[in-house]
C-alpha cells in the first residue's frame, strides 16, 4: 500500500481522473437541458422525452452501485476502460439513431452505464491510492467540479442545441477516447482478486425503481402493483441472501429509514423543477435554450459556492436547522415561480437560485442525519445505498412532473391573473412541487423529533 502511494504514477493518474470526471458530469447534465428540443424535433410529449433522462439518472445510479462493487476484484484501469466504450458506443448509436426515440433512450442508457464509471472510480481510486490528508483535498475537488459541470453542461447544451443540433451532444462524448491512452499509461494495473456482485439483488432494485417510475408517469394500478410486488421481493431477497449488496439491517433501523424517505420525497423535486425550467422559458417567455442555460449560471454558481461553505455554515445551524430551513427555501421558491408564471422571466432567476442553493445546503446535513445510527464499519454501503436512493428519486421526479405537464386535467384557473392554458398547467405543476416539499417537511419534523446518538 505504501508503494501505492509514493508511486509518482498515482499524483499523475488524479488529475486524468479528474477530467474525465468532470467531462462525464458535462455529458449527463447536458442531455438534461435538451428535453425540450428533443421533445419538438421528434414530435413527442415532455412526459415521452423525460424518459431518456429517467432511465439515464435510473441507471447512473444502479451504475454506481455496480462498478463501486467490481472495483473490489477487478481493476480500475480496466473498468475505466470498459466504461469509455459504454459510452462510446452509446453515443454513436444514438447519433446514428437520432430519428428514432426508443433507440435514443436505449443510447441514451448504455451512454450513462459508461459515465457512471467515472463519476464512482474517481472517488474510488483516490479513497484507495491517496494519504489520508491527501483524499480530503481531491474529495473537496470533486464536489466543487459537480458544480461547474452544471454549469458547463448548461452552455454546451444551449448552445450545441441551438447552434447546430441537440443531436450534436452524441458527438460530444466521443472527446472521452482521447483520455483513453492517458489512463493507460498512468492508472496503474492493480492486482485482480475474486470477488462477488449482487446481479440479483441490483436487477430487484432496477425493477422495482422502474415500476415506481411507470406508475408516476401514468398512474396506471398495474403498474403500482407491479411496484409493490417488485419491492416485496426485494425484501424478501435481502433479508435470505447472505452475500446482498445490503443487508436487510438497514431496513430495521428506523432512523435510517425515516430520513431515506425525507430523503427521497424531497429530492424528487430536485431535478423535477430542472426539467421543468426550459419548457418554462421557452413556450412561456420565448427565450432560446441557448439563453435559457446563461440563465441557469447563476443558480448553479451559487449553490456551488454554499457547497464551498457548508462546513462554515454548519458552525451556525445543526443538521435539523439546515435540513428544516433548506426544505422550506425550497418549497417557497417553487411556489414563487408557481405564482409568478407569466410575469417576469428573472423571477425565475432567482427562484432557481433559491431552489439550487437550498440542495446544496441540505446535502452533507442530511447524509449526516440517515448515517447516525450506522455502525461505521457500514457507513460505505449506506452512503451508497442512500445515493441510489436519490438517483432513483430525481428519475422519479423528472418522470411524475412530466405526466403533470401533460395532464390536460391540471388546466384549471386557480389566480384570475394567470392567462392561458399552458401557464396554468406549468403553475398548477409547481404547486404539486410544493406540497411535494411540504409533505417531506411535514415527514422530517414528524421523525426527528428525537435525536439519536451517533453510533460508531
Given at each position: 500500500?505504501?508503494?501505492q502511494?509514493?508511486?509518482?504514477?498515482?499524483k499523475?493518474?488524479?488529475?486524468?481522473?479528474?477530467?474525465?470526471f468532470?467531462f462525464?458530469?458535462?455529458?449527463?447534465?447536458?442531455?438534461?437541458?435538451?428535453?425540450?428540443d428533443?421533445?419538438?424535433?421528434?414530435?413527442?410529449?415532455?412526459?415521452?422525452?423525460?424518459?431518456?433522462?429517467?432511465?439515464?439518472?435510473?441507471?447512473?445510479?444502479?451504475?454506481?452501485?455496480?462498478?463501486?462493487?467490481?472495483?473490489?476484484?477487478?481493476n480500475i484501469?480496466?473498468?475505466?476502460v470498459?466504461?469509455?466504450?459504454?459510452?462510446?458506443?452509446?453515443?454513436?448509436m444514438?447519433f446514428?439513431?437520432?430519428?428514432?426515440?426508443?433507440?435514443?433512450?436505449i443510447?441514451?442508457?448504455?451512454?450513462?452505464?459508461?459515465?457512471?464509471?467515472?463519476?464512482?472510480?474517481?472517488?474510488?481510486?483516490?479513497?484507495?491510492?491517496?494519504?489520508?490528508?491527501q483524499?480530503?483535498?481531491?474529495?473537496?475537488?470533486s464536489?466543487?467540479?459537480?458544480?461547474?459541470?452544471q454549469?458547463?453542461?448548461?452552455?454546451?447544451?444551449?448552445?450545441?442545441?441551438?447552434?447546430?443540433?441537440?443531436?450534436?451532444?452524441?458527438?460530444?462524448?466521443?472527446a472521452?477516447?482521447?483520455?483513453?491512452p492517458f489512463?493507460?499509461?498512468y492508472?496503474?494495473?492493480?492486482?485482480?482478486?475474486?470477488?462477488?456482485?449482487?446481479?440479483?439483488?441490483?436487477?430487484?432494485?432496477?425493477?422495482?425503481?422502474?415500476?415506481?417510475?411507470?406508475?408516476?408517469s401514468?398512474?396506471n394500478?398495474?403498474?403500482?402493483?407491479?411496484?409493490?410486488?417488485?419491492?416485496g421481493?426485494?425484501?424478501?431477497?435481502?433479508?435470505?441472501?447472505?452475500?446482498?449488496?445490503?443487508?436487510?439491517s438497514?431496513?430495521?433501523?428506523k432512523?435510517?429509514?425515516?430520513?431515506?424517505?425525507?430523503?427521497?420525497?424531497?429530492?424528487?423535486?430536485?431535478?423535477a423543477?430542472?426539467?421543468?425550467?426550459?419548457?418554462?422559458?421557452?413556450?412561456?417567455?420565448?427565450?432560446?435554450l441557448?439563453?435559457?442555460?446563461?440563465?441557469?449560471i447563476?443558480?448553479?454558481?451559487?449553490?456551488?459556492?454554499?457547497?464551498?461553505f457548508?462546513?462554515?455554515?454548519?458552525?451556525?445551524?445543526?443538521s435539523?436547522?439546515?435540513i428544516?430551513?433548506?426544505?422550506?427555501?425550497?418549497?417557497?421558491?417553487?411556489?414563487?415561480a408557481?405564482?409568478?408564471?407569466?410575469?417576469y422571466?428573472?423571477?425565475?432567476?432567482?427562484?432557481?437560485?433559491?431552489?439550487?442553493?437550498?440542495?446544496?445546503?441540505?446535502?452533507?446535513?442530511?447524509?449526516?442525519?440517515?448515517?447516525?445510527?450506522?455502525?461505521?464499519?457500514?457507513?460505505?454501503?449506506?452512503?451508497?445505498?442512500?445515493?441510489?436512493?436519490?438517483?432513483?428519486?430525481?428519475?422519479?421526479?423528472?418522470?411524475?412532473?412530466?405526466a403533470?405537464?401533460?395532464?390536460?386535467a391540471?388546466?384549471k384557473?386557480?389566480?384570475?391573473?394567470?392567462?392561458?392554458?399552458?401557464?396554468?398547467?406549468?403553475?398548477?405543476?409547481?404547486?404539486?412541487?410544493?406540497?411535494?416539499?411540504?409533505?417531506s417537511?411535514?415527514?422530517?419534523?414528524?421523525f426527528?423529533?428525537?435525536?439519536?446518538?451517533?453510533?460508531?
Open positions: 500500500m505504501v508503494e502511494q509514493t508511486n509518482p504514477l498515482i499523475k493518474a488524479v488529475p486524468i481522473l479528474l477530467i474525465l468532470v462525464c458530469l458535462i455529458v449527463d447534465n447536458s442531455f438534461k437541458v435538451v428535453s425540450v428533443m421533445a419538438k424535433d421528434l414530435g413527442i410529449s415532455a412526459s415521452t422525452v423525460s424518459w431518456q433522462a429517467t432511465l439515464a439518472g435510473l441507471f447512473i445510479g444502479i451504475g454506481a452501485v455496480i462498478y463501486a462493487a467490481l472495483a473490489d476484484f477487478i484501469r480496466k473498468l475505466l470498459i466504461g469509455i466504450v459504454l459510452i462510446c458506443i452509446g453515443s454513436i444514438g446514428i439513431f437520432q430519428q428514432s426515440f426508443p433507440l435514443v433512450v443510447s441514451r442508457i448504455i451512454q450513462t452505464s459508461g459515465l457512471a464509471a467515472a463519476e464512482t472510480l474517481y472517488v474510488i481510486f483516490v479513497t484507495k491510492h491517496l494519504p489520508l490528508e483524499q480530503k483535498k481531491f474529495l473537496g475537488f464536489t466543487s467540479c459537480f458544480a461547474i459541470s454549469v458547463v453542461g448548461a452552455l454546451a447544451a444551449g448552445y450545441i442545441s441551438t447552434y447546430l443540433n441537440w443531436t450534436g451532444l452524441f458527438i460530444l462524448p466521443l472521452t477516447i482521447i483520455i483513453l489512463i493507460l499509461k492508472v496503474p494495473k492493480e492486482e485482480q482478486q475474486k470477488g462477488y456482485i449482487d446481479v440479483i439483488g441490483l436487477f430487484l432494485v432496477g425493477i422495482t425503481a422502474a415500476a415506481l417510475m411507470m406508475y408516476v401514468s398512474f394500478w398495474l403498474y403500482l402493483l407491479g411496484f409493490i410486488i417488485a419491492l421481493l426485494f425484501l424478501f431477497y435481502i433479508a435470505k441472501a447472505k452475500k446482498a449488496f445490503i443487508q436487510i438497514f431496513f430495521q433501523d432512523h435510517f429509514i425515516s430520513i431515506l424517505l425525507v430523503a427521497f420525497v424531497i429530492y424528487s423535486v430536485q431535478l423543477y430542472i426539467f421543468m425550467f426550459p419548457f418554462v422559458m421557452e413556450s412561456i417567455f420565448h427565450i432560446r441557448d439563453i435559457v442555460s446563461l440563465l441557469l447563476p443558480a448553479y454558481v451559487l449553490s456551488a459556492i454554499v457547497g464551498a457548508s462546513g462554515s455554515i454548519a458552525k451556525y445551524l445543526s435539523k436547522q439546515a428544516s430551513t433548506a426544505i422550506v427555501l425550497i418549497g417557497a421558491s417553487v411556489l414563487l408557481g405564482l409568478a408564471m407569466g410575469s422571466a428573472w423571477i425565475f432567476v432567482i427562484s432557481m437560485i433559491v431552489f439550487s442553493s437550498s440542495f446544496a445546503l441540505m446535502y452533507a446535513p442530511m447524509i449526516d442525519a440517515a448515517i447516525r445510527t450506522i455502525p461505521t464499519e457500514k457507513t460505505g454501503t449506506a452512503v451508497g445505498f442512500y445515493n441510489l436512493i436519490l438517483n432513483v428519486a430525481a428519475s422519479v421526479g423528472i418522470a411524475y412532473t412530466a403533470l405537464m401533460d395532464n390536460a391540471l388546466n384557473t386557480i389566480f384570475s391573473y394567470i392567462q392561458g392554458a399552458q401557464q396554468t398547467i406549468y403553475s398548477n405543476t409547481l404547486f404539486v412541487l410544493t406540497i411535494i416539499a411540504l409533505v417537511l411535514l415527514l422530517y419534523w414528524t426527528s423529533r428525537r435525536t439519536p446518538k451517533q453510533v460508531s
